[in-house]
């Protein structure tokens, strides 16, 4: 016999935290979780490849990717990148060619964080403007969002 209750306290167990990294940037953190990307590496862009969104193209282990900049994603300008940007480079999405990476543009080092419900709060203000921003919260009292990676990816096909 299930007690009342004892279904809630099974789903408030199952509930774990995610792995991510919190990234600064100019519309707010980036929130992305670990599990998408597939290696940080030193920003070394191709410029004259830029068109549309695209900042450019950079070559990673031997196959061009195209790099994307949240900033001109979520509607601001183009952040002046220096030797210190990085970029993360995502695995490609399901159904999609095993090569058909994507890297977005970072100025700030990743700090890798283990995010739960207690550190996201929602307000009716945190809702997302831009179609490659897949939620917006507040996170240490600070704008944070959660890049849309599938929209993202979509922009290269």
């Given amino acids: 016999m299930v007690q009342e209750g004892s279904t809630q306290q099974m789903v408030d167990k199952t509930i774990q935290p995610v792995r991510c990294l919190v990234v600064p940037s100019d519309?707010?953190?980036?929130v992305i979780p670990s599990a998408?990307?597939?290696?940080?590496?030193?920003l070394v862009l191709n410029e004259d490849t830029a068109k549309g969104n695209m900042l450019g193209l950079m070559t990673?282990?031997?196959?061009?990717?195209?790099?994307?900049s949240m900033e001109v994603l979520a509607g601001l300008s183009i952040p002046v990148f220096g030797k210190r940007s990085k970029a993360f480079v995502f695995f490609p999405?399901?159904?999609?060619?095993?090569?058909?990476?994507?890297?977005?543009?970072?100025?700030?080092?990743?700090?890798?964080?283990?995010?739960?419900?207690?550190?996201?709060?929602a307000s009716d203000d945190d809702q997302p403007e831009s179609a490659f921003i897949r939620a917006s919260f507040r996170y240490d009292g600070e704008p944070a969002l959660i890049p849309d990676l599938q929209a993202i990816s979509q922009q290269q096909v």
Avoid: C, H
């Fill in 27 to 30: 519309p707010g953190f980036l």
């Fill in 36 to 42: 998408a990307v597939a290696e940080i590496v030193p």
């Fill in 60 to 68: 990673w282990r031997g196959v061009q990717v195209p790099v994307y």
């Fill in 93 to 121: 999405w399901k159904g999609m060619d095993k090569n058909t990476f994507f890297a977005i543009a970072t100025l700030y080092d990743p700090r890798p964080k283990l995010l739960s419900s207690d550190d996201i709060k």
